[in-house]
């Protein structure tokens, strides 16, 4: 997931590839991390989309885009649920 982040995830494909069902990989998964694979992959998403608001002059939508999300508002309301703060909140606070 770490390698692919920005791609769809297909859960019934990641499960194949530990040869494991995909309620066991849900389970395990949870058991080794304390997040589901969405919250997971969301979590590296948002790492990644602010690494980029603090490197990089791109606007929202582009960032949102690249670190994986369909569209920019489900990228800002995951953003403000998980960081406290919008994207260009975020921005403006930490960007020197």
Same mark, same amino acid.
């Given at each position: 997931?770490?390698?692919?982040? #920005?791609?769809?995830?297909?859960?019934?494909? /990641?499960? @194949?590839?530990?040869?494991?069902?995909?309620?066991?990989? +849900?389970? &395990?998964?949870?058991?080794?991390?304390?997040?589901?694979?969405?919250?997971?992959?969301?979590?590296? #998403?948002?790492?990644?989309?602010?690494?980029? /608001?603090? @490197?990089?002059?791109?606007?929202?939508?582009?960032?949102? +885009?690249? &670190?994986?999300?369909?569209?920019?508002?489900?990228?800002?309301?995951?953003?403000?649920?998980?960081?406290?703060?919008?994207?260009?909140?975020?921005?403006?606070?930490?960007?020197?």
């Amino acid at each position: 997931m770490q390698a692919n982040f #920005r791609q769809p995830v297909e859960l019934r494909w /990641l499960a @194949s590839r530990v040869h494991q069902s995909l309620w066991y990989f +849900l389970r &395990s998964f949870k058991e080794q991390t304390g997040q589901t694979p969405h919250q997971y992959l969301l979590r590296l #998403r948002i790492t990644d989309a602010q690494k980029r /608001l603090l @490197s990089t002059g791109k606007m929202v939508e582009e960032i949102a +885009l690249e &670190s994986g999300f369909a569209d920019s508002t489900s990228f800002i309301r995951c953003f403000k649920k998980m960081v406290g703060m919008t994207p260009l909140q975020y921005r403006k606070r930490y960007v020197v």
